[in-house]
């Protein structure tokens, strides 16, 4: 199994960025996808998850109503739209994997993991 998440890179605050992972090696349609970030020096934090046909979707508390999360399984990747930007958004970025109807918010829930993409966003 593996997960390939892209898209990070440098943005000024306010600004968007949208992530993908990309997963091959599994039936991307049975899985839930999750996405998690880790900021240096501290805990790897969920940010959202979505089911595997789209109808179960949670978001942390830090960036509801500013993320969304969503999923093409004709194209096996999920995706992490990132608006309204904010310095504390400043993480390394891990996309996760777990068989469906398995979901959860802790990094412990999830089987595979992706390498991680680097989201900095400027004051």
């Known amino acids: 199994v593996q997960l390939q998440a892209s898209g990070g890179g440098l943005v000024q605050a306010g600004g968007s960025l949208r992530l993908s992972c990309a997963a091959s090696g599994l039936t991307f349609s049975t899985y839930t996808i999750g996405w998690f970030r880790q900021a240096p020096g501290k805990e790897r934090d969920f940010v959202a998850y979505i089911s595997s046909t789209g109808t179960g979707i949670a978001y942390g508390d830090s960036v509801k109503g500013r993320f969304t999360i969503s999923r093409s399984n004709a194209k096996n990747t999920a995706y992490l739209q990132m608006n309204t930007l904010k310095p504390e958004d400043t993480a390394v970025y891990y996309c996760?994997?777990?068989?469906?109807?398995?979901?959860?918010?802790?990094?412990?829930?999830?089987?595979?993991w992706g390498q991680g993409t680097l989201v900095t966003v400027s004051s």
């Open positions: 996760a994997a777990v068989y469906d109807p398995n979901r959860g918010t802790k990094t412990r829930d999830y089987n595979y």
